[in-house]
């Protein structure tokens, strides 16, 4: 009787555990590994309890060593846990480590396995460390860049990749279909060629939770102009910019698909971007950051940007910056994150201000408003809002479009009157794959050369 007490109480205590902390998963199956070279199994761990939780120090072994993103874990934040194994036997292994945290006596069962056929001559055979816990840093998360055919959609297994120009010997994964790479992170340049395909260039930001990158290549059979531009549906935050390095990366400028300088008046585009905590959501900002850069790999030196954001408060990031300077506007866009509240008022207010501080005679001179939802703080009502919009495209000439998400209805009129009154166009950016030009065209329609 005693016993079955013992059982319960232990398997209600798992319980109450697992209801505070959730785990993405338990198990790690490494599957058969040729060159076995101390690879790491990675895991998440969410607070869903209203405490802090913290990691309890973790005895160490020679066969493990645990990676940590924190040794904290604030409500609702995720810690990311890396395990890397050591041994020096060929054959299956099974592995389990418990990870104890401050609000429960019962650890967190996670359980490695796999089937090690041969090791890497670099491979460490026992852990250097005798800490337990380290924190995550550079490398501990790989780089894993997946190469596809763009018309069958299957994997390519052979290729050259440059990392910022570097040659990188990226080793090919068949189990996870994916080359796995070593750089650092940061803002990084991937050049991508094989055999039989056209090469492709691309900006990515490689950081700890953005660590995959799907690169779509394009058979050569298929017809293809020598330089061109594009984004393809790829993960994250990656822009495709050019496919032939032998150009230097110039730009087409008179192409049909971009701004075409006899078609299409100049432009100063002024960016006004909610960072509020609510664009956290669904990855509004990160399919928003797509298509602004889609916009930004067209812009011509004739074409002007301006940033403006708000949260708790609004913010000049950069004004009047030419086209030609494409690295810092989208280095500076991809910085962007979520947080705070929604105060929008006096960010609009200094968006129509730098439209007439830059305003540029016989141009398009546009504000681009991105946002999920209504305006906050200020004295300005909704409808004081709306006049305003009219008053500036009458008066000034500055015109207003509004990119909506969401699907408040009060929040979405509002962006449409908004857009209706200052001579511009409400659009939405919903899907990466059919959305992602909607900005594009909108830029094209103001500037249109009539």
């Given amino acids: 009787m005693m016993q079955k007490s013992i059982l319960f109480v232990l398997f209600f205590a798992s319980l109450n555990l697992y209801a505070q902390l959730k785990p993405n998963k338990l198990y790690f199956d490494f599957g058969s590994i040729s060159q076995f070279n101390n690879d790491t199994a990675f895991f998440e761990v969410t607070n869903t309890d209203n405490k802090v939780s913290y990691l309890l120090p973790t005895h160490h072994s020679e066969y493990y060593l645990i990676l940590v993103s924190s040794k904290s874990i604030a409500p609702g934040e995720t810690m990311k846990i890396g395990i890397v194994y050591y041994t020096e036997k060929k054959g299956k292994f099974k592995e389990t480590i418990p990870l104890y945290f401050s609000n429960s006596n019962t650890p967190l069962q996670f359980e490695l396995s796999g089937n090690i056929l041969s090791f890497h001559p670099y491979a460490i055979v026992k852990c250097p460390s005798m800490e337990g ?39 090919y994964n068949s189990k996870i279909k994916a080359f796995n790479c070593k750089a650092n992170y940061g803002k990084r340049t991937l050049f991508v060629e094989s055999k039989g ?219 449409k009157q908004l857009a209706l009154n200052g001579k511009g166009n409400f659009i939405t950016i919903k899907n990466i794959s059919s959305d992602l030009d909607n900005l594009l065209e909108e830029v094209k329609k103001q500037s249109l050369i009539e």
């Avoid at 550079?138 to 040659?167: C, F, G, Q, R, Y």
């Avoid at 509004?402 to 009060?410: C, N, T, V, Y």
């Fill in 197 to 415: 395909y056209y090469p492709k260039e691309l900006f990515f930001d490689y950081s700890l939770s953005n660590n995959r990158v799907v690169v779509y290549l394009k058979p050569i059979s298929e017809e293809l102009p020598a330089n061109y531009e594009t984004i393809v549906n790829i993960d994250n935050t990656v822009l495709d910019t050019i496919v032939n390095r032998n150009t230097s990366i110039a730009r087409n400028e008179t192409n049909g698909h971009g701004l075409n300088i006899a078609q299409y008046k100049p432009n100063h585009l002024i960016f006004l971007i909610d960072i509020s905590g609510s664009m956290k959501d669904s990855n509004k900002l990160n399919y928003l950051k797509l298509s602004i850069n889609k916009l930004v790999a067209q812009l011509r030196p004739t074409d002007y940007v301006s940033l403006v954001t708000y949260a708790g408060r609004s913010k000049v990031v950069f004004e009047f910056v030419s086209g030609t300077n494409k690295s810092l506007i989208i280095s500076t866009i991809d910085t962007l994150s979520a947080k705070g509240g929604s105060y929008g008022t006096d960010g609009l207010l200094t968006s129509y201000e730098l439209g007439r501080k830059y305003f540029i005679n016989g141009a398009n001179n546009q504000i681009l408003i991105a946002t999920d939802g209504m305006f906050n703080g200020g004295n300005l009502s909704n409808q004081d809002l709306v006049k305003l919009a009219k008053r500036n495209f009458q008066k000034e000439g500055i015109k207003l479009s509004a990119i909506g998400f969401g699907r408040d209805e009060k929040s979405l009129y509002f962006l």
């Fill in 133 to 171: 816990v380290a924190p995550l840093k550079m490398h501990n998360v790989p780089l894993l860049i997946v190469v596809k055919d763009s018309l069958t959609n299957k994997e390519i297994s052979e290729a050259d990749i440059l990392i910022n120009e570097i040659p990188l010997l990226c080793q």
